[in-house]
């Protein structure tokens, strides 16, 4: 990151760390660490709050996302399923794609269904950036969303230069006007996000509507 002040580069990287577990005596432990993860990320955290302070018109879009090896967040088809009950409880199953712990969303109230609801989006974002070969090009969605007729919208810039939107909010009309005016050449939604008596219909329409724009449309 100094360097790249220092010549104007964008480099990059990657740093990958085992959670050793600290020994309790150890001053890291008393200042509320538990793993070397938990300090190599708080050392890089305070690297980037130290040059935006000192450099604070170069470094606006310095960031850091924190991944964790963990399951899916997303449910997986049963490829034995055989018989109609089967293959119907199954249908029923992926009404939702996403498992129901990733379903929580945060709400006005704040606290931890707040924070919970927010981690648990930051974590499908990341499955969706790496299943679409953009992990490293998503760093920034995930640090930065922004907010858009009451939805968080993630953003990513592809190889193109086009930008691909991910949303796991419930989705209004005020969203669509959003997206057919900003115009990306993705986006990314949950099946779950179309809520009410009308969300085939909401669903249908936006495809429609979307298609004619050529924005693609993928609903998981």
Not at 76 to 103: C, I, P, Y
Not at 104 to 131: F, I, P, S, T, V
Not at 181 to 201: R, Y
Request: charged share 25%.
């Amino acid at each position: 990151m100094e360097l790249n002040l220092e010549d104007g580069g964008n480099r990059q990287s990657i740093s990958v760390q085992m959670p050793e577990v600290l020994d309790k005596d150890s001053e890291a432990y008393k200042a509320g660490y538990r793993t070397i993860a938990d300090i190599t990320r708080a050392r890089i955290s305070k690297v980037i709050a130290k040059l935006q302070a000192e450099h604070p018109e170069k470094t606006a879009d310095l960031s850091c996302a924190h991944f964790t090896l963990a399951p899916s967040n997303f449910k997986v088809w049963r490829g034995d399923a055989n018989s109609a009950d089967a293959l119907r409880e199954q249908l029923a199953l992926f009404q939702t794609a996403e498992k129901m712990d990733s379903h929580l969303r945060g709400n006005d109230g704040g606290g931890g269904h707040h924070e919970k609801g927010r981690d648990a989006q930051a974590a499908m974002l990341a499955e969706l950036l790496l299943k679409h070969g953009l992990g490293a090009l998503g760093v920034h969605a995930i640090c930065k969303p922004k907010q858009l007729a009451k939805a968080t919208i993630h953003r990513v810039r592809m190889p193109n230069e086009q930008e691909m939107w991910l949303c796991f909010d419930p989705y209004t009309e005020a969203l669509k006007t959003e997206i057919v005016q900003a115009v990306p050449a993705q986006v990314i939604m949950l099946n779950s996000c179309f809520v009410g008596t009308k969300a085939d219909e909401l669903l249908a329409n936006l495809q429609l509507e979307l298609a004619g724009l050529a924005i693609g449309l993928t609903v998981i």
